[in-house]
C-alpha cells in the first residue's frame, strides 16, 4: 500500500518561498511509469494541480503557476518537494501531494494516493 506524507511549514510570509516536502512509502517513486504530483485547495474552491514529477525525473507544471513553482526529489530518500516562491495570502491553502492515476492533454486529472494534507497559511 503507498503512502504519502507531506511536511512542511504551516505559516510562510508573503513574499518568502513556501516549501513542502512528501515523503513516500510502500512504493519508489521511480518505478517505470508513475508519477507524483502536487495539489492544493484554497479556501472555499476546487483542487488545483501545481506541478508533476515522473518517475524519471521530468517535471510539468500548471501553467498558471509554472513561473512560481518548482518540484524536484530526493530519490535516496524516496521523497519530492515542493517550492512555490513569492507567496502572497491567495497560497492559502491545504497542500497535498498525490500519485497521479490518470492524465488529459491539460494535465492530471487522476490521483490515486493521497497524502492527508498539510495547511498552509501565508500571513505576515
Known amino acids: 500500500q503507498v503512502q504519502l506524507q507531506e511536511s512542511g511549514p504551516g505559516l510562510v510570509k508573503p513574499s518568502q518561498t513556501l516549501s513542502l516536502t512528501c515523503t513516500v512509502s510502500g512504493g519508489s517513486i521511480t518505478t517505470s511509469y508513475y508519477a507524483w504530483s502536487w495539489v492544493r485547495q484554497p479556501p472555499g474552491k476546487g483542487l488545483e494541480w501545481m506541478g508533476v514529477i515522473a518517475y524519471g525525473g521530468s517535471t510539468y507544471y500548471n501553467p498558471s503557476l509554472k513561473m512560481r513553482t518548482s518540484i524536484s526529489r530526493d530519490t535516496s530518500k524516496n521523497q519530492f518537494s515542493l517550492q512555490l516562491s513569492s507567496v502572497t495570502p491567495e497560497d492559502t491553502a491545504v497542500y497535498y501531494c498525490?500519485?497521479?492515476?490518470?492524465?488529459?492533454?491539460?494535465?492530471?486529472?487522476?490521483?490515486?494516493?493521497w497524502g492527508q494534507g498539510t495547511q498552509v497559511t501565508v500571513s505576515s
Open positions: 498525490a500519485r497521479v492515476g490518470g492524465w488529459t492533454q491539460a494535465g492530471p486529472d487522476e490521483f490515486d494516493y
